[in-house]
């Protein structure tokens, strides 16, 4: 958790939960729990229980002390979906977002089908209300404005998103969160462990004029966003290679890919980095050398969407390998509810 935070796509970190457990191959180098399990056992540290899951009450009003607007990372230390962390407490972080709409809120996880189960529900959102009074009473208010924002749509300051590292996970992830009732939706493909095809996720024809794009039949639709008879259903894709001990290499046609799936589709990306592994042909002649297979790390089947090139890798540390991608950083966002 911090003010500032060294996360490219964000402002600030907030976590109201600490912990979490590995379940799918993008967590087997998670820099959260490296980091947490070296104070594990040590009296009196913050992570004393280690990588375990805790609730931090004591942080749920954080971002009500920063008054200038902010993109925010929620649980950059965990999972805000787990299963060992109630719906009552989950009600009471949604709860806060609600009452700071002057912020954005970024919430991603890997528990795809959770966060589609709990948010769908009508009672969920009476939970939030519940808790908004209970826990922030003194916020009167600021709770009266809030109030406006949980009449039954998804509140407009909150982007929720999904992991997705692979096509598995992709076929999996991807219609999970579609099916979540979301202001915006964005996925993070990090760290991306092979060739990953979205395109056909992206736009849905709008179900009121049949992709005809009829005025008078979207008007009662207006709040799906049609667009020239279709609707838009992934707002942003982040990606990025994996650093840190461990870290695999990451084939530069995934990241093109990616990138030309999104730019032919008007869906903002943003390459988050190479990681610890840079292309040799960017001019690193150093560093330990990997040659990549385009089928992806883990894949034993030919994919439609990968590159047939292997590729030559040096691992080089995140720093040297930089951002650039065909010499130019991609550092697009969704445009901010109003």
């Known amino acids: 958790m911090a003010d500032t935070t060294g996360i490219e796509w964000t402002d600030s970190t907030w976590n109201p939960t600490t912990g979490c457990e590995k379940i799918s191959d993008g967590c087997t ?32 009003r954080l971002p009500m002390t920063w008054r200038t607007p902010r993109r925010i990372f ?20 949604f709860a806060m977002m609600a009452l700071t709409s002057r912020h954005t809120y970024q919430v991603l996880t890997k528990r795809h089908a959770r966060m589609k189960a709990l948010l769908s529900r ?29 009449g039954g749509e998804p509140l407009p300051n909150v982007w929720l998103g999904v992991s997705v590292e692979d096509q598995r996970w992709a076929d999996i992830r991807i219609p999970a969160l579609l099916g979540t009732p979301a202001h ?30 009829h005025d008078e039949a979207c008007a009662r639709c207006a709040d799906q966003r049609c667009e020239s008879g279709h609707i838009r259903r992934l707002d942003w894709v982040i990606a990025g290679g994996e650093s840190g001990p461990g870290a695999r290499p990451l084939h530069p046609d995934w990241i093109r890919s990616l990138r030309d799936q999104t730019r ?39 994919d439609p969407c990968a590159s047939q090139t292997p590729v030559r890798m040096r691992r080089v540390g995140k720093k040297q390998a930089g951002r650039l991608l065909d010499g130019r950083h991609h550092d697009a966002f969704p445009a901010p509810a109003r």
């Open 29 to 60: 180098n998670c820099y959260a729990a490296t980091f947490a399990e070296r104070w594990r056992g040590i009296p009196g540290h913050h992570f004393e229980a280690g990588f375990d899951i805790t609730l931090r009450p004591e942080r749920l």
């Open 264 to 302: 032919g589709r008007n869906v903002p990306f943003f390459f988050k980095q190479w990681g610890d592994h840079a292309p040799e042909d960017h001019g690193h002649d150093r560093g330990r050398l990997t040659v990549v297979d385009p089928r992806g790390h883990g894949q034993d089947h030919d």
């Open 122 to 150: 009508a009672t969920f959102w009476h939970q939030v209300a519940e808790q908004g009074r209970e826990h922030f009473a003194g916020c009167q208010e600021e709770w009266l404005a809030a109030g406006a924002m949980l």
């Open 74 to 93: 929620l649980d950059s230390m965990s999972d805000l979906f787990h299963q060992d962390i109630s719906d009552t407490y989950i009600a009471q972080v």
């Open 184 to 213: 915006t939706r964005f996925l993070s493909c990090e760290p991306l462990l092979g060739p990953v095809w979205i395109a056909d996720h992206i736009w849905q024809a709008c179900p009121c004029c049949e992709g005809e794009s």
